[in-house]
């Protein structure tokens, strides 16, 4: 049971460089969320999605794009890095409809270093 | 705008003892979910609260949502090592599907 995969988990960048962070799911869901989690700061919402071909801005989106071209992918860009965006990545998935009792399902998370 | 705050930020309990944490906000929640988070691992759900009110229960954690559903409440029982982590609350927002976190407790219990 896959669930939620993201991919790298790992990366070490200079400033300036781009990159992207790939999320994947196989629970057939259509809201996808990407948030950062530095110490002390709990979970921060970057972009998410309600469905394929749809995004909105969250709580933290700047220096972040997003995409998503297929319902089980969800990609988060990078254009040009800086040391500010060190931090560690998840993403989540869930099913539609009411958001009260929707459970989100975390990937392991994405650990970005940029120097 | 911290909409959920969270309290204790840190909490370390000797093995056996009783814990609450906290989490409250100014506004009304139309639900409110806890999580659990393990260290190099994303978080997972324990629970969700939807009525002013509701206590739920979970093996040894009990969760209380506020009669006026701007608060809820995570209590530990004889508190065990293996419920050292990060706990979380999260809440979505009205408007839209948003799902906002706190910034979390860190609970180590020792043994």
């Known amino acids: 049971n896959a669930g939620v995969t993201q991919t790298p988990k790992f990366r070490v960048l200079k400033t300036g460089q781009s990159m992207t962070l790939l999320c994947a799911q196989d629970?057939?869901?259509?809201?996808m969320y990407w948030y950062r989690q530095d110490p002390g700061m709990g979970l921060r919402l970057i972009h998410y999605?309600?469905?394929?071909?749809?995004?909105a801005k969250g709580e933290v989106p700047d220096g972040y794009n997003v995409s998503r071209l297929k319902k089980q992918n969800f990609l988060l860009g990078l254009e040009s890095a800086a040391p500010s965006q060190t931090s560690v990545y998840f993403c989540?998935?869930?099913?539609?409809?009411?958001?009260?009792?929707?459970?989100?399902?975390f990937g392991e998370g994405s650990r970005l270093t940029v120097l | 705008t911290q909409l959920l705050e969270q309290s204790p930020q840190f909490l370390s309990i000797q093995e056996g003892e009783n814990l609450t944490v906290y989490c409250n906000s100014s506004?009304?929640?139309?639900?409110l979910q806890w999580y659990r988070q393990e260290p190099g691992e994303g978080p997972v759900l324990l629970v969700t609260?939807?009525?002013?009110?509701e206590v739920k229960k979970l093996k040894r954690l009990t969760f209380q949502f506020g009669d006026a559903r701007k608060d809820s409440s995570l209590h530990i029982t004889a508190a065990q090592p293996g419920d050292t982590g990060l706990y979380l609350c999260?809440?979505?927002?009205?408007?839209?599907?948003?799902?906002?976190f706190g910034k979390g407790t860190r609970l180590h219990i020792l043994p």
């Open positions: 989540a998935s869930r099913r539609s409809g009411t958001p009260n009792t929707g459970e989100l399902f």
């Open positions: 629970m057939n869901h259509e809201y």
């Open positions: 999605s309600v469905g394929e071909g749809t995004t």
């Open positions: 506004s009304v929640f139309s639900s």
């Open positions: 609260v939807v009525t002013g009110g």
């Open positions: 999260a809440r979505p927002m009205n408007r839209d599907d948003k799902i906002i």
